[in-house]
C-alpha cells in the first residue's frame, strides 16, 4: 500500500434548492467582484444564468460575465477571461456548467496572477504559481470531476494541442450541486459525462498494486451504482433520484478518494486528449472509444485486477480455469455496456469514417511529446505503444 496525503478542501451544497446560497457562500471565501464563467446559450436558456446573477445582485455581489466555453475548452477565450478579470478588478471565479467551463475558469485564475503565458504553465515552462483568484462552480453537467479535484485541462487551437495541468491550489472553494439542473440533458451527454467519470475511476482502478482492499471496494462500488444509475436516467430523464447517484458519482470518482494507497494510471485520458484535440469529439466518447483496446493492452500486467473487474463490476462467470478469458469477456461486457448506453467501442465509431495512418502517427507524436514522453503507470507506455492501441482502435 502506497502512502499518501489526502486533501479534499471543497465545500459541497448538494441539493434541489443548493444555488440559493451562491451569494453567501462567495462572500464566505471572499470574493466581492465575481467573472460569471459560463458555456453556450443552454446556461441562459435554462434560466439558470439569470438566476445566479439575481442571486448575486441581491446578495450585493458584483460581477463580470464571460460566455462562450466550448467542449474541449480554449486557450483563446481563456485569455481573454484574463484580460477582463485584470481589468475589471475581479477577484473571484464562478463557473457555471460542466468540466469544460470550469477547467477554463481555473486558467483563468491561474493566469491572473501570472506575469508569464498561462499556456507555460500547461507545458510545464514554468514554476507553479505561488497563488490564483479562487474558483467555484454551479455545476450542471457531471461528468469530469473538476469541481472537486485540483485538475484542468486545456486546448490550444494553434497545432490542436490539449493539455492538462493539476496543483491542489486549484480545487474548487465550494460546489454547488443541484440534481434536478441535470435533468435536461440529452442522452447522449449523460451516456458521455458517464463514461468520463467511470474511466477516472478506471486510471486509479487498474494498478499493480492489490493490497488497499478499501479503495478498491469503494471504487468498485462506485462503478457499480454508475452502471446501474445511467440506465435509469436514460430511461427516466427526471428521475431525481438517479440523477442525484450520477451528480455525486461524478465528483466521488475524481476528487482523489479512489486512488488513495494506489498508483494511478492516466495512460487512456493521454492517449484521449489527441483524439479531441484532433477531431474535437466529445472527452467522454472518446475515451470509450480508446480504452477497450488499452484494456486488451496492457491486461497481462494485472491479469488478476481485470478478472476482478469482469467479475465484481460487469457479472461475468468466474472461469477459475481461465482467467485469461474471464478478463476479456469483462472488456466485452463493458464493450456492451458502452453500446447499450450510445458510446462507440473504436475511432471509427467515433468520429464516423476510418482514420488515416499519418492521423495516427501525428497523434502519437503529440501525445509522446515528439518521442520523449511516456505515459501510464500499469504498463508504462512509449511511443509504439501509444501507435499500438491508437492502432487497435481503429475500428
Known sequence: MKDFNYYAPTEVVFGEHSEEQVAALVKKYGGTKVLVHFGGKSAERSGLLDKICGLLDEGGVAYVKLGGVVPNPRLSLAKKGIELCRKEGVDFILAIGGGSVIDSAKCIAYGVCMEDDVWDLYLGKVEAPKTMLPVASVLTIPAAGSEMSEASVITNEDGDIKIGYSNNMSRPKFAIMNPRRTMTLPPYQTAAGVTDMMIHIFERYFTKDDDMDLTTNLAEATLRTIKDAVFAVLKNPEDYRYRAQIMWGGSVAHWGLLGKGVQEDWATHQLEHELSAMFDVTHGAGLAAVWPSWARYVMHENLSRF?????????????????????????????????????????????????????????????????ERTCGALKVLDAKDMEAIYNMARG
Open 307 to 371: 478478472v476482478r473487474f469482469a467479475v465484481n463490476v460487469m457479472d461475468v462467470p468466474n472461469d477459475f480455469t481461465d482467467p485469461e478469458g474471464t478478463a476479456l469477456k469483462g472488456i466485452e461486457a463493458m464493450e456492451r455496456f458502452y453500446h447499450a448506453i450510445g458510446m462507440p467501442i473504436n475511432i471509427k465509431e467515433l468520429i464516423g469514417k476510418d482514420i488515416t495512418d499519418e492521423e495516427i502517427k501525428e497523434m502519437t507524436r503529440k501525445c509522446s511529446r515528439d518521442y
